[in-house]
């Protein structure tokens, strides 16, 4: 999918309510050997395209791994419902094997997980209930998914009874979904600049189910009570959010799909160190954003490691331009460890 340097490990992770499972581990290496390392876990209705980020880890001496989790991109079967999940602690054993593999079997003493969105919210919990095992060094979250971007009628009494169905009915689709402004303001066939497989990431996203929406109120309610993450946290985060359903200049300007003021009220929680970084100009993925601003979000990210976790110079050099390679959604999505990706 994305050639060379990029590798691919498939994690077997057993069969569940509806059958085989697994995850996908991708790989790119630093040009020298380096015992440094970020994990990156993407968002919902999402995995990793974002070539350029792992460029400028890679540029940096940092080899880059990102986590496809299981039912999503280059891990989704078949069989499956696509990014459905029960629990978002059903994510925690590819977590695990992945700080294995890279700990354990590659060799690096430090590592910085990277979680965007969704990603951002399973890794805060992973990183609390995994905190004495001192599996990560420090965390960057990316427009975390700290709370529904909903009036609070729909964020809490109408999102308990949502919670209840989902426990009865979890594969019951929702009469709403995250409609189609942000996917067109970051393709390149629309709005955009970025090429990613509309399969695996359509516009207008995957029919939401109250079974999932019940797991991210639980995740959510947890990160609320307060999490105990021991190591750095840096969340960075838009200046403001975009609430319409169609197309306006200001969407690429912002946050179309969350509230950034929830990240921001919610982000004391994580810990006792914890970094609050805010970009004017930034979109939901801050690293898509347009290529100024991008340029600022990573200079800060390295500077945050360089600061935090002790991980030697960084420098500011122009981030890489967007990737324009084509890719298919049927092509070996269950790859063998170490293939090609």
């Given at each position: 999918m994305l050639g060379e340097p990029y590798e691919r490990h498939t994690i077997d992770l057993g069969t569940d309510d509806e059958g085989p499972v697994v995850a996908t581990l991708v790989r790119r290496r630093a040009?020298?050997?380096?015992?440094?390392?970020?994990?990156?876990?993407?968002?919902?209705?999402?995995?990793?395209?974002?070539?350029?980020?792992?460029?400028?880890?890679a540029a940096r001496g940092w080899d880059f791994y990102a986590l496809d989790l299981r039912k999503?991109?280059?891990?989704?079967?078949?069989?499956?419902?696509?990014n459905f999940c029960h629990d978002l602690g059903?994510?925690?054993?590819?977590?695990?094997?992945?700080?294995?593999i890279i700990r354990d079997d590659d060799g690096h003493d430090t590592l910085l997980a990277m979680g965007?969105?969704?990603?951002?919210?399973?890794?805060?919990?992973?990183?609390h209930e995994r905190r004495d095992a001192e599996l990560v060094d420090g965390i960057v979250l990316n427009s975390p998914f700290f709370d529904l971007n909903a009036p609070w009628v729909v964020r809490r009494p109408l999102a308990a009874a949502v919670a209840r169905l989902g426990r009865r009915a979890p594969q019951r689709v929702l009469p709403f979904g995250l409609g189609t402004v942000y996917g067109e303001s970051i393709h390149v066939d629309h709005r955009g600049?970025?090429?990613?497989?509309?399969?695996?990431?359509?516009?207008?996203?995957?029919?939401v189910r109250a079974g999932w929406l019940g797991a991210i109120r639980a995740g959510q309610r947890r990160l609320r009570a307060g999490l105990d993450i021991p190591v750095p946290v840096l969340l960075a985060c838009s200046t403001r959010s975009y609430r319409g359903t169609k197309w306006?200049?200001?969407?690429?300007?912002?946050?179309?799909?969350?509230n950034v003021e929830d990240m921001v009220r919610w982000a004391p929680r994580?810990?006792?160190?914890?970094?609050?970084?805010?970009?004017?100009?930034?979109?939901?993925?801050?690293?898509?954003?347009?290529?100024?601003?991008?340029?600022?979000?990573l200079a800060e990210v390295g500077r945050w490691a360089e600061a935090f976790l002790c991980a030697g110079p960084t420098t500011t050099d122009a981030v890489p331009p967007a990737p324009r390679r084509p890719e298919t959604a049927?092509?070996?999505?269950?790859?063998?460890?170490?293939h090609r990706d």
């Open positions: 040009d020298r050997p380096t015992g440094r390392a970020v994990l990156y876990v993407h968002g919902f209705v999402d995995y990793f395209f974002q070539t350029h980020l792992a460029d400028f880890f999503y991109g280059r891990s989704l079967l078949p069989h499956q419902t696509p059903d994510y925690f054993p590819e977590l695990d094997a992945a700080a294995k965007h969105s969704t990603g951002g919210l399973i890794v805060s919990l992973w990183a600049e970025w090429t990613y497989d509309l399969t695996w990431k359509p516009l207008a996203g995957f029919p306006h200049e200001s969407v690429a300007l912002a946050d179309a799909v969350l994580l810990g006792r160190h914890v970094t609050v970084a805010r970009f004017d100009g930034g979109m939901h993925d801050l690293t898509l954003s347009g290529p100024a601003v991008r340029e600022k979000v049927g092509a070996d999505r269950a790859g063998a460890t170490s």
